[in-house]
């Protein structure tokens, strides 16, 4: 089955258009979304995470439920109170495979371990009295290391997973210890391409070296020793030439040069359409081919032009069936085929395949003389040339 569902995925998303050839020429590249609704069975419209795991599934993580997608159906797991096997709890935050192709779940409420040939969930949840249990059950991310070092990041520090799997070192803020955390609360958890461990806080940018399991703290520019005050970092990606892009809360986007230890700020500027749509960042993704999206409250999504030094936009526009389906993007993720998946608030999951720019598509629209039914069922040509459609459900078309 598994492997029936893998090759229908790549057939229909072979390939990726160069959006960086796009910026060359400093044109808007078209995007046409297919939309994964409700209807199509996801179990709810607001996604906080996308993954896709080595078997070819594509996993949504929502704000009711964890939805595994084979291209035609969703499989829904959702917490059960008169199950321990289950997931801890339906609000997913992030999603990994470790590996040992294991999938792990991360939800406000506990972290999952999935057992696929058993089809259950070992969890792991905060307990007061036992230290080396995870530190907080509100868990934010997880990384596995290239020393097989199972980090996993929450809203009370940072833990490092025993290698027996039963229980954690705990990382945490000291005041009175230099070195540590600047604040428990982790929003994201990122290993560069140098396998460099940074962590988005509340209060912050950290650095953490596995070795001396020391952090170094790096404050935004303009910000305040507040923990809410403009320093609250959401997500953290790296681009090709390995400085790191930084969504903020409601701060906009930050370019860190590692090497110059530099902060580049880009917000939202009421009267310049080119600049960044909104300055509360929830997504980040940085594409095969080096191009760089965004994802913000209702400011949908961006596409960064470095020509320029300028975004173009992606919005929710109703008289246009192909557009963003919502204007909060809270999700990006882009598959082993070069599709773009974008996770929405309120509005499912947004698909561009690039394969499909190949072919010109006529649909049923809002708009004078538009295809009557997208049902076709059968065409004929005429000695004129004229096409004639048959569709089913809203009569003969004359193209």
Known sequence: MAAKIKYILIFITAGFISITSCNAQLQRPKLNFKHITTEQGLSNSTIEAIYQDSKGFIWFGTRDGLNRYDGYQMEVYRYNAKDTNSISDNYIRFI????????????????????????KFTRYKH????????????????????????????????????????????????????????????????????????????????????????????TIPGSTNNIRANNVIKVIEDDRKGNLWLGTEDNGLFLFNKDKKAFTRYTHIEKDS??????LVRSILVDKKGNIWIGSVNGGLDLYNPNS?????????????????QRTVSALFEDNQGNLWVGTHRGGINLYTPQREKFLLYQQGPEENSLSYNDVKSFCEDSKGNMWIGTDGGGLNLF
């Open 96 to 119: 990994y495979e470790d590996k040992s192709k294991t999938l792990w779940v991360a939800t406000i409420n506990g972290l999952n371990q999935f057992n696929r040939a058993k089809n």
């Open 127 to 218: 307990d007061t009295g036992n230290p080396s249990s995870i530190s907080n059950n509100f868990v934010t991310g997880i990384h596995e290391d290239l020393k097989g070092n199972f980090w996993v990041s929450t809203f009370g520090g940072l833990n490092l997973l025993n290698s027996n799997k039963k229980g954690f070192v705990q990382f945490q803020h000291n005041p009175g210890k230099t070195n540590g955390v600047n604040v428990d609360q982790v929003n994201y958890i990122y290993a560069d391409k140098e396998e460099n461990l940074w962590l988005g806080t509340e209060g912050g940018l950290n650095l953490f070296d596995p070795e001396t399991k020391k952090f170094t703290p790096f």
């Open 274 to 279: 080119s600049s960044l749509a909104s300055n």
């Open 309 to 325: 030094n300028s975004f173009f936009h992606y919005q929710n526009e109703p008289e246009k069936i192909f557009s963003l389906s």
